[in-house]
């Protein structure tokens, strides 16, 4: 069983990545501060938060960054980096669906970049990529975020309609953290 902190105070991530790394003991940081996301990157942001983590947390602890966004053909790739914060106030599928409507082009992908700091202080980095492209309209009760509005490449429904099973094995962050786990040698059950 590996011990590990989370430096994230987001609780959908926190739950994705113990079903994909049940080997692992996953909370999240109890920190009141968390740091500033300035990299010009998703790993970068990631690096920040597993470095920030690991200056807080038990020296036996291994310590996880983890950075994500949305990518958008027909945006150049928006809203990208700043994914989760790109429209104050208002739900982000919401906005994105509106800021989309114009467009014919609905292809985009889902990212996520892994940063875990081992005990030893060795960094480890993974990533993961989900294809697919955004709905006309929001659909299905599962997931979050931006969940209502993907439809993963091959598939009709959105991940919210598809569900938490299969996000658990196919998303963006299931295989970054898959990745992870091969990168120690170790093999996960939900595969």
């Not at 990157?41 to 602890?61: D, H, I, Q, T």
């Not at 958008?72 to 809203?79: K, S, T, V």
């Not at 906005?95 to 985009?108: G, I, K, P, Q, S």
Request: charged residues 30%; negative net charge.
């Amino acid at each position: 069983m590996i011990a590990a902190l989370f430096s994230s105070q987001n609780r959908h991530k926190l739950d994705e990545l113990r079903a994909v790394l049940p080997g692992w003991q996953i909370d999240a940081l109890d920190a009141e501060e968390a740091p500033e996301e300035t990299g010009e990157s998703y790993y970068e942001n990631a690096l920040l938060k597993a470095r920030f983590g690991r200056s807080v947390a038990p020296p036996e602890c291994w310590v996880l960054g983890e950075d994500s966004g949305i990518e958008c053909a027909a945006l150049d790739g928006e809203p990208g980096l700043h994914s989760a914060r790109w429209a104050p106030g208002v739900d982000q599928a919401d906005a994105l669906l509106e800021r989309l409507a114009r467009f014919e082009d609905r292809r985009a992908r889902m990212v996520s970049e892994l940063v875990c700091i081992t005990p030893t202080l060795e960094l480890l980095h993974t990533s993961g990529v989900l294809e697919g492209e955004i709905a006309r309209s929001r659909r299905g009760e599962g997931g979050f975020g931006y969940d209502p509005i993907f439809i993963p490449a091959g598939h009709a429904r959105t991940v919210a309609e598809i569900g938490d099973e299969w996000k658990r094995r196919n998303s963006h962050r299931a295989q970054a953290a898959l990745a992870l786990a091969a990168a120690i040698g170790e093999e996960s059950p939900t595969r």
